[in-house]
T-cell receptor, first 113, second 116 residues
Framework: AQSVTQLGSHVSVSEGALVLLRCNYS??????LFWYVQYPNQGLQLLLK??????LVKGINGFEAEFKKSETSFHLTKPSAHMSDAAEYFC???????????FGTGTSLTVIP | ETGVTQTPRHLVMGMTNKKSLKCEQH?????MYWYKQSAKKPLELMFV???????ENNSVPSRFSPECPNSSHLFLHLHTLQPEDSALYLC???????????????FGPGTRLTVT
């Protein structure tokens, strides 16, 4: 069985500060991991994904995430928050067969000017 | 049109109405999905279609009826809904290749459904 836990349903950071959004997963097989962002009144947009290879993955808008197998984590970071980063962020896991994604409950990011 | 489009964007319907949600993908993908997004809950996968064939139905009540006439179009027919069915309904598509790692899903903007 697969599941995703996102710690902190709401995160607030100051503009220019580090963004850290946490994601832990459980998977019985090697996982594929994704971060999506959802802006108000829009669908989900892929930020980045990990399938195989390098464990540090870079995505769009300056975001990156590191796959840590020992910690079953895939935390999302950005060195310096921008006002336009305010949105809902979803972590998702998929297995290496099939096409079912399992999403976390989401983290709402607020950026304070 | 590009990407994944959904119509209508907003829908208000009574419990006795019948309505349909439409999704169209312009990406040449071969798999399409319906998700339900409710506040404070994970996205709930409702239906999956691969090559127009339904492969998943995650215990969705029969008042939701999907239809996939071709690989580019997906419908969700609604009838006798309940107020708890009010949510954002998201459509997504992806390209599934046998033996390959799963590719990301591309989402439409959703239909905000309110059942009164």
């Amino acid at each position: 069985a697969q599941s995703v836990t996102q710690l902190g349903s709401h995160v607030s950071v100051s503009e220019g500060a580090l963004v850290l959004l946490r994601c832990n997963y459980s998977s019985s097989v090697p996982p594929y991991l994704f971060w999506y962002v959802q802006y108000p009144n829009q669908g989900l947009q892929l930020l980045l994904k990990y399938t195989t290879g390098a464990t540090l993955v870079k995505g769009i808008n300056g975001f990156e995430a590191e796959f840590k197998k020992s910690e079953t984590s895939f935390h999302l970071t950005k060195p310096s928050a921008h006002m336009s980063d305010a949105a809902e962020y979803f972590c998702a896991v998929s297995q290496n067969t099939g096409n079912q994604f399992y999403f976390g409950t989401g983290t709402s990011l607020t950026v304070i000017p | 049109e590009t990407g994944v489009t959904q119509t209508p964007r907003h829908l208000v319907m009574g419990m006795t109405n019948k309505k349909s949600l439409k999704c169209e993908q312009h990406l040449g993908h071969n798999a399409m999905y319906w998700y339900k997004q409710s506040a404070k809950k994970p996205l709930e996968l409702m239906f999956v279609y691969n090559f127009k064939e339904q492969t998943e139905n995650n215990s969705v009540p029969s008042r939701f009826s999907p239809e996939c006439p071709n690989s580019s179009h997906l419908f969700l027919h609604l009838h006798t809904l309940q107020p708890e069915d009010s949510a954002l309904y998201l459509c997504a598509s992806s390209q599934i290749t046998a033996g390959a790692s799963p590719y990301e899903q591309y989402f439409g903007p959703g239909t905000r459904l309110t059942v009164t």
